[in-house]
């Protein structure tokens, strides 16, 4: 059964910490994503890559940076959070094979709330 | 205008109804339509794909493409309680790449009722 796990389904931190979030896939995909997901906005893309030590800015990758120095391991940083970066965070991954974005599996979601 | 617009709903139906979701898009250089279900408090998880115009069949599940209006739908027949989730529209200019980045729809929540 494939896999996407993410370090902690809920998180509570303060403004101005430096955030972790971490996501594992056990498919090994080439392609791996961070969206946060907002009432009202959608699913909004972060940052992506499609291998190991690249990156892509996706819409809205202000207040974020990533990293990803092994395949099945990306990961995302708020160097400095804000509370306009409370949301719902869900990583997901897929291959260049198969349906290539069009299908991505996706974790379960950390709630992450900054206050 | 929005990319994408999707009704969020909420839609409540009975149990047995035919629901039909549907979006709406600007880009016309979007080829690759997929529907998304989301469970509360889950990650999404792909229920259909579909290249370019046409409909595609899998069960109770119809997904349907209009490029000339710029139109998706997702029909599901004899809905059941567990159909119950967001439906979430997606789309993207290519397979991969930056153009292939998924461009989502907010979501429909969907409640059948038993």
């Known amino acids: 059964d494939v896999k996407v796990t993410q370090s902690s389904r809920y998180l509570v931190k303060r403004t101005g910490e430096k955030v972790f979030l971490e996501c594992v896939q056990d498919?090994?995909?080439?392609?791996m994503f961070w969206y946060r997901q907002d009432p009202g906005l959608g699913l909004r893309l972060i940052y992506f890559?499609?291998?190991?030590?690249?990156?892509e800015k996706g819409d809205i990758p202000e207040g974020y940076s990533v990293s990803r120095e092994k395949k099945e391991r990306f990961s995302l940083i708020l160097e400095s959070a804000s509370t306009n970066q409370t949301s719902m965070y869900l990583c997901?991954?897929?291959?260049?094979?198969?349906?290539?974005?069009?299908?991505?599996?996706f974790g379960p979601g950390t709630r992450l709330t900054v206050l | 205008q929005k990319e994408v617009e999707q009704d969020p709903g909420p839609l409540s139906v009975p149990e047995g109804a035919i629901v039909s979701l549907n979006c709406t898009y600007s880009?016309?250089?979007?080829?690759?339509f997929m529907w998304y279900r989301q469970y509360s408090r889950k990650g999404p998880e792909l229920l259909m794909y579909?290249?370019?115009?046409g409909n595609k069949e899998d069960g109770r599940f119809t997904a349907q493409v209009d490029k000339s209006s710029k139109y998706i739908s997702l029909f599901i027949r004899d809905s059941q309680p567990s159909d119950s989730a967001t439906y979430l529209c997606?789309?993207?200019?290519?397979?991969?790449?930056?153009?292939?980045?998924?461009?989502f729809g907010k979501g429909t929540k969907l409640s059948v009722k038993p």
């Open positions: 997901a991954s897929s291959s260049l094979s198969g349906l290539g974005f069009g299908e991505q599996f």
């Open positions: 880009n016309s250089a979007f080829q690759y």
């Open positions: 579909t290249y370019s115009s």
């Open positions: 997606a789309m993207s200019v290519n397979y991969g790449g930056s153009q292939g980045n998924l461009i």
């Open positions: 498919m090994d995909h080439e392609n």
């Open positions: 890559s499609y291998d190991v030590k690249m990156k």
